[in-house]
């Protein structure tokens, strides 16, 4: 009985939605997305790695909302796709390089995101697609920016 009161109880106790529509400092901005590319994104990445979620039905259920915006919250803080301009060159390159691994690797998406979002398991042929795009990004970085500015300040001083 008591497990049962404080389960209707913590229904009342929500979490901050992550749903702005602000994107100034999207990566769009800088750098064109292909729709297939775009397609890949908002299906699967943008729900954790951009200002914008799509919530499904169970995000109102606690505890469940709160699990879904730990995951938010610590997907925006590792890379974010509408903060992308505002890090510094060094990091916006060191992230795209950690996008290509994390995807060759099968890390992303998450497993526990693609059980219930099905649509966001990624092909061969999907995952090659935006590697490629990611890299081309790291290309025109290359071309763009005096080399020493792609590097973390930090590891300049130890070399």
């Known amino acids: 009985?008591?497990?049962g009161?404080?389960?209707i109880l913590i229904q009342f106790?929500?979490?901050?939605?992550?749903?702005s529509d602000i994107k100034t400092n999207s990566i769009a901005n800088k750098y064109a997305?292909?729709?297939n590319i775009q397609l890949i994104l908002t299906t699967a990445c943008y729900d954790c790695?951009?200002?914008?979620?799509?919530?499904?039905w169970y995000a109102k259920l606690q505890p469940v909302a709160w699990?879904?915006?730990?995951?938010?919250?610590?997907?925006?803080?590792?890379?974010?796709?509408?903060?992308?301009?505002?890090y510094p060159l060094y990091r916006q390159y060191h992230k795209l390089e950690e996008v290509v691994e994390e995807v060759e690797e099968g890390e992303m998406p998450l497993s526990s995101y693609t059980i219930i979002h099905r649509n966001a398991n990624l092909t061969d042929g999907q995952k090659t697609e935006l590697i490629n795009w990611v890299k081309g990004i790291r290309t025109t970085m290359e071309t763009t920016y005096p080399a020493d500015s792609l590097i973390n300040p930090k590891k300049r001083k130890q070399s």
Request: proline share 5%.
């Open 5 to 7: 009161i404080l389960l």
């Open 49 to 56: 790695h951009s200002n914008k979620t799509i919530y499904p």
């Open 67 to 86: 699990w879904l915006n730990d995951h938010i919250v610590e997907g925006k803080s590792k890379f974010n796709f509408d903060e992308f301009t505002s």
């Open 13 to 19: 106790v929500g979490t901050e939605k992550n749903e």
């Open 33 to 35: 997305i292909p729709n």
């Open 1 to 3: 009985m008591v497990f």
